[in-house]
C-alpha cells in the first residue's frame, strides 16, 4: 500500500485536502499520515502532531512559537527517515513547508504542493526553492500557472477548492428559524477570523459596529466553541447573533458583509454578496509586510482582477465609523449595489467550474505512477 505524508497547518487547508482524501481513497487504497485536522482525519489520516497549535499567523506571532515549529521541523525529518513515504504532499503554509520539501528532496522523495505559495505576493525568490524542491505544483488561481511556467516549474491551474465546496444547508426562511432571526431586518454577516488574536482585535471593532446599528441583525461567525470564552456575555450587542458552523449560509442569506482577509473574501465572492475586506494584526506584522509585499491588495478577489473593486480597510481604518460607512454606501445605493454584484459574478466565471480536489487526487496518482 502506499503511502503519503501530509502537511496542513490551517483550517483551511484541511478542509481543501480533506476533498483530495476523499477522492483518493475512492482510487485507490492508500496509506494517509501527517500533520492534519479534523475534516482530514475523518478520511482516514493518521495526524503526529497536535493539529491547532499550527494554527499561527503573523511575523510576531511566528517568531513567539519559534521552538514549537524547529522542533516540529526535526521529528517530521525523523518520520521521513523512519517511516518513508512515497510521496509528501505540502498544502499552502510555507515557512514550515518549503522547508520540510528541502529535507525530502534530499531524501528522494517525490513532492506535491497544492495551493502554491503566493510568490507573486511577497518573498519572490521563494519561486526559486519551489522549482528546487517539488516535483509539481497544483495552482488554485488561474495566474499562477504562468508565472510558474515562465521558471520551467511543472505545474497544472486545477481549479479553485473553494468553488466546489461552497453550498448553504438551509434557505433563508429555514435559516432565520432556526437562529430566530427577524426577515424584516437587513443581515449584516461578520467574519472576524479563525485564529484566537484576529478574533480578539476583529470582534472589538464588529460588536462597536452592532451597538451603533441597532435597526440591523449582524451574524457573527464563531469558528471555535473557545473562542465564546474570550467574550464577556453582558458586553455583547443585543443585536448580534453568534453562529457556529453555518458561515455559507452567513453568506449567502446576509444583505452584506464584513470580512477579515482570507479565504472567506473568496467565498463570499462567490455567492456574490456584497462585502468589505478588514484586517487588524500586530502593528510590526503590518510594517514587515509593507516592506516585502508585492502586490497592492490583500483581498483574494481584487487580486485576481487586478482591481479594487472590494473595499480593504487595514489596521486603523478597522473602525466602526469606516466600517459602517462602508455598509450604508451600498445597502443605500442600490445601482452601486448592482454593479458590485455583477462584478463579484464574473470573478465565478473567471475561475471556471474545475475540480480542484479530482484534478489534484489524480496528479497525485500520476506522481505516484511515475507517469
Not at 494554527?55 to 518520520?79: A, D, R, T, Y
Not at 509586510?289 to 482582477?305: E, M, S, W
Request: overall charge neutral; aromatic content about 10%; glycine content about 4%.
Amino acid at each position: 500500500m502506499q503511502k503519503i505524508f501530509w502537511l496542513v497547518g490551517e483550517k483551511s487547508g484541511d478542509l481543501h485536502a480533506s476533498y483530495v482524501l476523499e477522492k483518493l481513497n475512492n482510487l485507490g487504497e492508500f496509506t494517509h499520515y501527517g500533520v492534519g485536522g479534523e475534516r482530514m482525519q475523518k478520511q482516514g489520516l493518521q495526524s503526529l502532531f497536535e493539529f491547532s497549535r499550527f494554527n499561527v499567523m503573523g511575523f510576531v506571532e511566528v517568531i513567539k512559537h519559534l521552538h514549537f515549529f524547529l522542533s516540529v521541523e526535526k521529528e517530521i525529518k525523523q518520520i521521513l527517515e523512519t517511516n518513508r513515504p512515497d510521496l509528501l504532499v505540502l498544502v499552502d503554509y510555507p515557512g514550515l513547508n518549503l522547508r520540510i520539501a528541502k529535507i525530502a528532496k534530499d531524501m528522494g522523495i517525490k513532492v506535491l504542493y497544492y495551493i502554491c505559495p503566493q510568490f507573486w505576493a511577497w518573498k519572490h525568490k521563494r519561486v526559486f526553492k519551489i522549482k528546487e524542491y517539488t516535483d509539481f505544483v497544483c495552482c488554485i488561481n488561474p495566474f499562477e500557472s504562468a508565472m510558474l511556467d515562465e521558471y520551467d516549474i511543472p505545474n497544472k491551474y486545477v481549479g479553485h477548492p473553494v468553488a466546489e465546496e461552497i453550498s448553504a444547508q438551509l434557505t433563508k426562511s429555514a435559516f432565520a428559524q432556526k437562529f430566530a432571526l427577524d426577515e424584516s431586518k437587513e443581515w449584516i454577516g461578520m467574519f472576524p477570523g479563525s485564529r484566537r488574536t484576529e478574533f480578539i482585535r476583529h470582534f472589538e471593532v464588529f460588536n462597536q459596529v452592532a451597538l451603533h446599528n441597532p435597526q440591523r441583525l449582524y451574524l457573527l461567525s464563531i469558528s471555535d466553541k473557545a473562542f465564546l470564552g474570550l467574550i464577556e456575555p453582558d458586553k455583547i450587542a443585543k443585536n448580534i447573533v453568534l453562529i457556529e458552523n453555518y458561515n455559507y449560509d452567513i453568506m449567502k442569506h446576509s444583505d452584506f458583509v464584513v470580512a477579515k482577509s482570507g479565504t472567506t473574501t473568496l467565498e463570499t465572492t462567490l455567492f456574490a454578496t456584497p462585502f468589505i475586506i478588514v484586517y487588524k494584526v500586530n502593528p510590526i506584522t503590518v510594517a514587515i509586510a509593507k516592506r516585502i509585499a508585492k502586490v497592492k491588495y490583500i483581498g483574494l478577489p481584487n487580486l485576481i482582477v487586478n482591481e479594487e473593486i472590494i473595499p480593504e480597510l487595514i489596521q486603523n481604518d478597522v473602525n466602526p465609523s469606516r466600517i459602517l460607512s462602508e455598509i450604508e454606501s451600498v445597502l443605500q445605493d442600490e445601482k452601486r449595489r448592482t454593479i458590485l454584484i455583477k462584478k463579484l459574478s464574473s470573478i465565478k466565471s473567471m475561475l471556471g467550474d474545475k475540480s480542484a480536489s479530482q484534478n489534484t487526487s489524480l496528479q497525485i496518482i500520476k506522481l505516484l505512477n511515475n507517469e
